[in-house]
């Protein structure tokens, strides 16, 4: 029996996520793929989710706490800079591979037909897959340092990890796009991801922005996605473990303001990615 023409769409159209999620079967092959190539030929495999992420932490704690005595002004050091490097791990994982997921993969986009997205949000679960070990050792860190957080602590630390998520999945897929027509894109993305770090408030604290800088660059400063979601991990995990909260801990209106405003930005960029990747689509093939 013909269908009815209402149910046809001429190929290389998708629909999205929407068919993301239809064909959750094949993301899981993909997903499975681009561990097992990841660790093909290596003798520690998954194990590299800890020592890598390890000797980062290990580098900029010798560095930033140790020589810059870092460690003496800012109380449980070790939690604080951990808390900030997985949020930026989390997000340079998935920002970069998730760019670069198209071309990695254009023989097999230029054999058959599947659904373009699948390989942007493959990377994005792969990174969850290194996320978890490095989430592990933070908790038994702030443990260590009698970690006692409440409810709104802990729901900050969920929100953190969907603004890093979706902003980073949007930026993947938007530079994703860019890749395959400028393969100049892959070194701006390894420019982002660089500056990235020293744009966050990972290995210092957000006060001396405010306090050193002019007003509007703090305002834009806060604006970054990645500074909201760095300092609601402080929140989570880090500020429970002081013994003394100050009110310079975390940036004022934090939950209340620039939350709810960088969710807002985070969601504008995936909407900015995700109609990008779809409407140039149906030109990978041809371009790769």
């Given at each position: 029996?013909k269908?009815?023409?209402?149910?046809?769409?001429?190929?290389g159209?998708?629909?999205?996520?929407?068919?993301v999620?239809?064909?959750?079967f094949?993301?899981?092959l993909?997903?499975?793929?681009?561990?097992?190539?990841r660790?093909?030929?290596?003798?520690?495999?998954?194990?590299w989710?800890?020592?890598?992420?390890?000797?980062q932490f290990?580098?900029?704690?010798?560095?930033?706490g140790?020589?810059l005595?870092?460690?003496?002004?800012?109380?449980?050091?070790?939690?604080?800079?951990?808390?900030?490097?997985?949020?930026?791990?989390?997000?340079?994982?998935?920002?970069?591979?998730?760019?670069?997921?198209?071309?990695?993969?254009?023989?097999l986009?230029?054999?058959?037909?599947l659904?373009?997205?699948l390989?942007?949000?493959?990377?994005?679960?792969?990174?969850?897959v290194?996320?978890?070990?490095?989430?592990?050792?933070?908790?038994?860190?702030?443990?260590?340092?009698?970690?006692?957080?409440?409810?709104?602590q802990?729901?900050?630390v969920i929100?953190?990890?969907?603004?890093?998520?979706?902003?980073?999945?949007?930026?993947?897929?938007?530079?994703a796009?860019?890749?395959?027509?400028f393969?100049?894109?892959?070194?701006?993305?390894?420019?982002?991801?660089?500056?990235?770090t020293?744009?966050?408030?990972?290995?210092?604290?957000w006060?001396?922005?405010?306090?050193?800088?002019?007003e509007?660059?703090?305002f834009?400063?806060?604006?970054?996605?990645?500074?909201?979601?760095?300092?609601?991990?402080?929140?989570?995990?880090?500020?429970?473990?002081?013994?003394?909260?100050q009110?310079?801990?975390?940036?004022?209106?934090?939950?209340?303001?620039?939350?709810?405003?960088?969710?807002?930005v985070?969601?504008?960029?995936?909407?900015?990615?995700?109609?990008?990747?779809?409407?140039?689509?149906g030109?990978?093939?041809?371009?790769?």
């Amino acid at each position: 029996m013909k269908a009815p023409a209402s149910h046809l769409k001429p190929p290389g159209q998708d629909r999205g996520l929407r068919d993301v999620v239809e064909n959750r079967f094949l993301l899981r092959l993909i997903v499975d793929k681009e561990i097992q190539i990841r660790y093909r030929g290596t003798v520690l495999g998954l194990l590299w989710s800890y020592l890598k992420p390890g000797v980062q932490f290990l580098v900029f704690y010798i560095a930033m706490g140790v020589f810059l005595e870092l460690n003496r002004g800012i109380e449980n050091f070790a939690v604080y800079l951990f808390s900030g490097i997985v949020v930026m791990n989390l997000f340079g994982e998935v920002f970069g591979n998730a760019s670069r997921s198209i071309v990695a993969n254009g023989g097999l986009l230029k054999k058959i037909y599947l659904p373009r997205q699948l390989f942007p949000v493959s990377n994005l679960l792969v990174a969850f897959v290194h996320f978890v070990p490095q989430l592990a050792i933070l908790l038994v860190a702030c443990f260590i340092t009698g970690w006692r957080p409440d409810l709104k602590q802990l729901l900050a630390v969920i929100v953190g990890t969907l603004i890093v998520a979706v902003f980073s999945l949007g930026l993947g897929m938007m530079f994703a796009t860019f890749n395959v027509f400028f393969r100049d894109a892959e070194n701006i993305v390894d420019l982002i991801v660089m500056v990235a770090t020293w744009a966050s408030p990972v290995l210092y604290m957000w006060i001396m922005v405010r306090d050193k800088l002019w007003e509007w660059v703090y305002f834009v400063y806060m604006l970054n996605p990645l500074t909201v979601a760095v300092e609601l991990f402080h929140y989570g995990f880090w500020f429970p473990t002081t013994d003394n909260p100050q009110i310079w801990h975390v940036p004022p209106h934090l939950l209340t303001w620039w939350t709810p405003l960088t969710i807002v930005v985070s969601g504008l960029i995936f909407f900015i990615g995700d109609r990008l990747f779809r409407a140039q689509e149906g030109n990978f093939a041809q371009e790769l």
